[in-house]
């Protein structure tokens, strides 16, 4: 029969899914793999052509490690919460649970129908309370833990209260709040249950705290810096601005040096890695305090600093007047060049230092600032903008009076949110100065600082003299001892990295297991886990401004008595307190979902030990470079997380990642005639006449267009008003108009794989995805190459079969030119797959078939290890063959991958040019271990030769050996 690809793939797919051909076992005496996609969130579209690529080419490395004898595990599932599916909620009423089963039965049906060789058995779904148990029950974790500096890991905050009874704060070096309190054992004992809390939140790797977030009001809700663009949300076009929120966060920045030097240790693309380093952004530098001018409202206190050693505070976030800026610098050997300073608008001083004359201004200017993005501010170099405070702070070594300013260029939450501004030593403080005419002191170099104090100051001040002719790092050093000695400053490592933020004010998200007594956050009970999203009448913000889980009824706690983890008693048997409101962010289910993977259905764990330490780790990982300061980040610190609590034995998640290119849209255009009046006609013409006419260009549904030519008809029926339209042709046809652009619905470039299947099938559409091009890299798609593959696989499945389409394969031994090219595409598809270069092996394939058309190949010794060879690829039409073939009844997964055999390769006949009077008539093949005598003979003897002698003797014969046979007559 003919090449039935329809039959053949829905029967194999039906095969695999009854027996469960791809199921992974968590002990096996094979070697394990584990490979692993980037799981999809479950839009209501669908899957387009773009969405399979990297799904394709890991499912091809599956199925060869099968091949090469290794346990592989290769599943998939769905990041299920999300903001799509809530907003098609708000706009329906519609569950968003319904809309997620949808889209997840939509992406179902089409994964299956590309052959995929997933363990399906071990499907996960964000969504789904069974797995965001295991996401809440992690969250407990980090609540319940702090960063030991000196340990350098995560310890049980149940550690850091012993401590505090037993020595009070003292010797604590642990990553916190900036202030923490200093007491002793006794009184930490004194302190009330409420007190030891509220400053345990200090320590706590997940904790509350007032932080800048991305604030969306049509969204209602929290956004991500990469969901911002150009001061509006991504989805939907939305305003966005800076607003000041109570926000849960996560510690992420006590991980920053593990989180460095693991990039080290891992196979991932250079461009990745150094994305992640410059995200994390490790300075060594200074901090220095600039006093303010105006007294101190309070007397120093003593505090214990996030570095863990004592150091003055003037009560900042206690309610009382600051009495100093602080600042972070990489160059602290300038500040003799300091000539102002300058804070971000969302400060905390702002409103302390602006004076009433400034007032206007600065209210001005920070409303300006809420309508730009964290990273807008940050990529913005040229906008000069800023506005002054009307105070001052004092420069802690010279004395001199430095102007407070502000300017969007600072962050609040990049180091102290406060820069101490060197216009001669930095371009955008010397852009900056010279726009609003503040001075600019010169600085020659290190060695040689141009600038006297005051000598009637009072004696702390000094001027530069101390460290001219100093080097960098002598100068500095010499700097910072004298700002020690003052205490108005230390050495200090900074990252730019900041603490993640770690909720979300929307309904369809992961419920935090949090309750709420005197204003302050307490875990729920394990026992009490899942904690189920409640049902709501509308999945908007509450009247009041509360996030949508405000609308529950009866969304409270209660405590039936139980113990808080530091021992207060709770109120009453039945005492109710009020849930968190704010959801998890949709970065938290996807940062451990790999472990679910490797034990899915376990309800006593979120995997067992056993499947953590026979999987370990995932060994190839696919999946796109924009999640890399993301989900890849986030995924590297929950796993050092869980790796310092001993529930996993890995430090890094990933060893091996690749990030799969963009399949970008291929687009097409009509082009509508313009009447004299400028209106557009409901005329179209054809691209090479355009020059001809007044014409707009608009985007046409690439599915009814072939080789850039549109079929009118189908236009015609596309959209109602076109049903009437009429064409300028050029040759009788209506060419379209071509530019490569992001594959999207508004640009009617978007491709159904469901489609191409139909039309050509599976094993076609996997091959044309990887024959595109490079794995890594972008490329357009261009539907008019498919049908090239498809020929391929038609007369790959030629070779098995007579003219009539009967099987036909024999038993006879194979010749060497077959097994030649044979042992050719063993080894060439090897090297490929191992070093990812799929594109090439689909060439080599077609070169492989064309080769064995040639030499009329039917042999069972050549087509079984060739189609083994291929499975990988094309699974389907290889599964068929294999049973064609007379193998026992089963799956090609089972079989073993060929064995290159290079002696095959090896070049024992030469093809021998034959010349008459220097003038090259023929070809002889003969073996080269031949003697020139014996090779003589052989050409003489030669059919070919026989004919171009026409009877005459050569008067002489001149053999090469190896080279050329020269017949002189």
């Given at each position: 029969m003919d090449y039935q690809f329809q039959k053949i793939e829905k029967d194999w797919q039906k095969f695999w899914a009854e027996n469960k051909t791809f199921r992974a076992d968590n002990q096996s005496g094979k070697p394990k793999y584990y490979v692993l996609d980037m799981f999809p969130y479950p839009s209501g579209a669908g899957l387009h052509v773009g969405h399979p690529l990297g799904y394709i080419a890991s499912d091809i490395f599956a199925r060869y490690k099968r091949l090469k004898g290794f346990n592989v595990l290769h599943p998939m599932g769905y990041d299920s919460f999300g903001l799509p599916a809530e907003q098609y909620a708000i706009q329906t009423g519609q569950h968003p649970s319904v809309t997620t089963e949808d889209n997840i039965a939509t992406y179902r049906r089409q994964l299956d129908q590309i052959g995929f060789s997933f363990d399906w058995d071990r499907e996960v779904r964000t969504s789904s309370p069974d797995y965001y148990k295991w996401t809440q029950w992690i969250f407990m974790q980090l609540f319940n833990s702090y960063y030991d500096k000196d340990a350098d890991k995560a310890q049980s905050i149940a550690k850091l209260v012993a401590h505090f009874e037993s020595n009070g704060s003292a010797g604590v070096n642990a990553v916190c709040d900036e202030e923490v309190l200093s007491f002793t054992a006794d009184e930490w004992k004194a302190f009330s249950a409420q007190q030891q809390q509220a400053e345990l939140l200090k320590y706590r790797l997940t904790y509350l705290r007032e932080s800048t977030v991305n604030w969306c009001a049509a969204l209602g809700t929290v956004l991500a810096n990469d969901e911002v663009k150009d001061g509006f949300s991504e989805r939907g076009g939305y305003p966005v601005e800076q607003k000041k929120m109570m926000q849960w966060s996560m510690r992420i920045t006590a991980y920053a040096q593990r989180l460095l030097q693991g990039l080290d240790h891992i196979d991932w693309p250079e461009p990745l890695k150094e994305m992640q380093r410059n995200w994390i952004g490790k300075s060594v530098g200074a901090s220095v305090r600039f006093p303010l001018e105006a007294s101190p409202k309070s007397s120093p206190k003593e505090r214990t600093s996030e570095e863990g050693s004592n150091s003055l505070s003037f009560g900042e976030g206690r309610g009382e007047a600051a009495s100093y800026i602080e600042v972070f610098t990489t160059r602290v050997d300038t500040v003799f060049g300091v000539s102002f300073l300058v804070i971000a608008p969302e400060h905390e001083l702002v409103a302390e230092l602006t004076t009433p004359g400034q007032k206007a201004d600065i209210e001005t200017y920070i409303a300006q600032t809420k309508k730009k993005s964290e990273l807008d501010r940050m990529a913005d170099t040229k906008t000069v903008s800023g506005a002054f405070t009307g105070s001052y702070v004092t420069n802690p070594l010279n004395g001199e009076k430095v102007p407070v300013w502000i300017a969007d260029y600072v962050l609040a939450g990049y180091g102290t949110g406060a820069v101490m501004?060197?216009?001669?030593?930095?371009?955008?403080?010397?852009?900056?100065?010279?726009?609003f005419n503040l001075p600019i002191i010169p600085i020659i170099d290190i060695q040689n600082i141009e600038i006297e104090a005051d000598p009637t100051k009072e004696g702390k001040y000094i001027n530069s003299d101390f460290i001219n002719g100093l080097g960098y790092k002598e100068a500095t050093a010499a700097v910072v001892a004298r700002l020690e000695e003052l205490g108005l400053g230390k050495a200090k490592v900074n990252f730019r990295m900041r603490d993640a933020i770690f909720g979300r004010q929307r309904y369809w998200g992961e419920p935090v297991p949090v309750y709420f007594k005197d204003g302050l956050p307490y875990l729920i009970e394990e026992q009490h886990l899942p904690l189920l999203l409640p049902e709501i009448d509308k999945y908007l913000p509450t009247e009041s401004g509360e996030p949508p889980l405000g609308r529950a009824t009866d969304w409270s706690y209660k405590a039936e008595g139980k113990v808080s983890p530091i021992g207060e008693d709770l109120e009453g048997a039945e005492a109710f307190y009020a849930y968190e409101l704010s959801t998890m962010p949709g970065w938290a289910g996807s940062s451990w979902y790999w472990y679910r993977y490797m034990d899915a259905h376990n309800d006593q764990e979120f995997a067992s030990r056993e499947a953590i330490e026979y999987w370990k780790d995932v060994d190839l990982y696919i999946g796109g470079s924009e999640h890399a300061t993301g989900h890849l980040l986030y995924s590297r610190f929950w796993n050092k997380f869980l790796k310092d609590i001993g529930k996993v034995v890995e430090e890094e998640p990933f060893k091996k990642l690749i990030n799969q290119g963009m399949i970008q849209g291929r687009s097409n255009f009509v082009y509508r005639l313009i009447d004299e009046e400028g209106k557009g006609t409901n005329t179209f013409v054809s691209h090479g006449l355009i020059k001809e006419y007044k014409t707009s260009p608009l985007h046409v549904d690439v599915n009814i267009v072939e080789n850039e030519v549109l079929n009118v008809n189908k236009f015609k029926a596309w959209r109602e008003d076109f049903a009437d339209a009429e064409f300028i042709l050029e040759n009788g046809k209506y060419i379209c108009g071509v530019e490569v652009e992001k594959m999207s619905k508004s640009k009617f470039n978007v491709v159904n794989p469901d489609d191409l299947i139909a039309r050509y099938g599976a094993d076609t559409l996997r091959m044309y995805e990887m024959f595109l091009g490079p794995l890594e890299q972008s490329k357009p798609w261009n539907t008019n190459g498919i049908e090239g593959v498809f020929k391929f696989l038609r007369k790959f499945w030629k070779l098995f079969h007579d003219a009539d389409f009967n099987f036909n394969v024999s038993d006879e031994a194979p010749t060497k030119a077959e097994l030649k090219s044979l042992h050719k595409i063993i080894q060439k598809v090897e090297q490929d797959i191992e070093r990812f270069s799929f594109n090439t092996?689909?060439?080599?394939?077609?070169?492989?078939?064309?080769?064995?058309?040639?030499?009329?190949?039917?042999?069972?010794?050549?087509?079984?290890?060739?189609?083994?060879?291929?499975?990988?690829?094309?699974?389907?039409?290889?599964?068929?063959?294999?049973?064609?073939?007379?193998?026992?009844?089963?799956?090609?997964?089972?079989?073993?991958?060929?064995?290159?055999?290079?002696?095959y390769l090896v070049e024992d006949e030469f093809s021998y040019p034959v010349s008459f009077n220097g003038k090259m008539k023929t070809n002889v093949s003969l073996s080269l271990t031949m003697e020139t005598a014996d090779i003589e003979a052989a050409v003489l003897a030669n059919a070919d030769v026989q004919k171009y002698l026409d009877g005459k003797t050569p008067k002489k014969v001149i053999v090469v050996k190896g080279r050329i046979v020269n017949i002189v007559i």
């Open positions: 501004a060197v216009p001669s030593g930095d371009q955008r403080d010397f852009l900056f100065a010279k726009h092996s689909v060439s080599s394939f077609m070169i492989a078939v064309n080769e064995l058309t040639d030499l009329k190949c039917s042999k069972r010794a050549i087509l079984q290890e060739l189609v083994i060879t291929l499975a990988p690829y094309a699974p389907h039409i290889c599964e068929e063959l294999w049973t064609l073939l007379g193998n026992p009844a089963g799956t090609i997964s089972t079989a073993a991958y060929p064995i290159f055999n290079p002696a």
